[in-house]
Every structure is written in C-alpha cells, then in structure tokens.
C-alpha cells in the first residue's frame, strides 16, 4: 500500500464504527491467518471479539493474539467435533446474550484428496472437506440467527477456484462453489430478519491451509504478474473489506461473494 490510502485508512479506522458490535471470529490459525487480520480489522473498528483455537495443541499460537485482540470470549471449536460449535454459542449467549457478526474463515481436505485430482478423490475425503470447509457454516448459521434479533453479517471465505478451474485447487473447487451457493440459499432464508450473508473472496495469500496446496507459489506469482492493481494482497485487506460488509454501507448487500484480489479474477 502507498502511503495516501494508508493515511485514509488510518482516518477511516478511528471511526470505530464497528463499536459496540460484537463479533465471532472462527479460524485464526496463527498471525498469517485470513481470520487474524479480519479480528484485527474488525478489534480496531471498535467490536468486541469471540475468538476460538481448534484444540489444545493449536491454543498456545491463538492464545497471545486473542489476549493482544482483548477477546471477550475465548473457545475450543473444532467443527468436526459435535457440541463444539454449540458451546461456543453458548459461551456467547451467557457473555454478550447477541452477535452482530460471524465469521467463517476455515477449510479442510484431507491432504491425499487435497493434492490428488477430482476424478481420483475418496468419498471419505470429500465428505470431511465438505462438511468442515462448507456445511459448518450452514451450522453456524443456524445457531447465529437466534442471537441475531436486530439482524447481522454473516461470512465464509471462499476462493476463485470455486467458480473458474485453478490448477492443482482440485477438490475444493466444488467445495467452495458449494459454500458459495450456501451464502445465496442462507441469505435468501434469513433476509426477512436483516441477517446478511457473504462470501469473502481473496486472492492467493501465503498462509498454512494455502501452502497444503501443490505449487501455491506458482499462483503468488501469477497473481503479482497478472492481477490489474499488480500486488498481492495482506489480511488487512481482507479485513478491511470484510469489516466494510458488517457496516450499514453493505446494508443492501447480500448473497454475493466479494473478491478482495486486485482485479485477478477479471482476467481471462
Ligand atoms: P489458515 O491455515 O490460517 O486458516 C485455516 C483455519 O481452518 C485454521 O485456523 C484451522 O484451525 C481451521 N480449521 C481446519 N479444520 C477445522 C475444524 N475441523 N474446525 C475448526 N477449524 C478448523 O489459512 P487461511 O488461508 O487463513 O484460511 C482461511 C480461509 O480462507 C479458508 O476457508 C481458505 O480456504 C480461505 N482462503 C484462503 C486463501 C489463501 O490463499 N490463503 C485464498 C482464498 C480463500
């Protein structure tokens, strides 16, 4: 980022005009995660934070980033565990009693199915990326809307690998097309009661569930060489979209994924 738009930002942030709103933030693996830079996005904005590790052996990484983010809540949650989830909604309920924002910013393939092709992936292995990667959200959907009573925001992160073929993405193309038809299906189903929903869509950024990929660096540089505004992008950008969504800005967005990739995904 050039100075000017980073002085704007600087302007824009002390704003706060996410004070007061309270926010779950599902995903943050480590300071290079999507989700740090959106909690961190959204913590300087002035929201109040949830934040969850996957288990005990991820926790001492999450720990110091949700003490240095002043979480409010801070929970277990691995997706594939049932009750996890439902706990943390409870811890929720018992802290804030509401939710203004959830965010879902994880994914999942077993790494044989991951680095295979399509045609050769095991049911097991597509069934596990689908249900962690696409239908926990439809889960966390559901448990949101109840502490949702004034409306909120809703979002996945999703890839453009969803919509176009990106070599060596394989099975979680169809799996982000699918989270991407769940954000339209959810935002349908819960518009009458002001909840939106998105998709986040960024542009390749090096991060541990990214370098599960086969030649992912590839992509960096291809999303450098060719991508119209020529750099790749951080989590603050993410976040900074991703926070503008939450605001009464987007207040007639919904259903829709929003790309936050420096124009790549115009490219033919
Ligand atoms: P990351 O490794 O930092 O985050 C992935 C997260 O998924 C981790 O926090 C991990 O603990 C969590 N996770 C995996 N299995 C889980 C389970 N069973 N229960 C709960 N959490 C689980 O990587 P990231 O790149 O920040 O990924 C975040 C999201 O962004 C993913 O949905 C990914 O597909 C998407 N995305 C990434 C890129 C990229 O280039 N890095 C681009 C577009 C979209």
Known sequence: MNDQPTDLIKTAIQSKILHGKRALVVGIANEHSIAY???????????????????????????????ELGASVFAPCDVAQSGQLESVFEQIRETWGSLDIALH??????????QGRLVDSSSEGFKVAMDISCHSFVRMARLAEPLMPEGGTLMAMSYHGANKVVPNYNLMGPVKAALESVVRYLAYELGDKHIRVHAVSPGPLKTRAASGLKDFDVLLTEAIERAPIGELVDIDDVGLTAAYLTTPFARRLTGTTTYVDGGLSIMA
């Open 105 to 114: 910013s994880i994914a999942f393939a077993p790494r044989e199915d991951l």
């Open 37 to 67: 830079g959106c909690a961190r996005i959204f913590r300087q904005l002035g929201a109040d934070l949830a934040v969850t590790y996957l288990n005990e052996k991820a926790k001492p990484y999450i720990e110091p980033l949700a003490k």
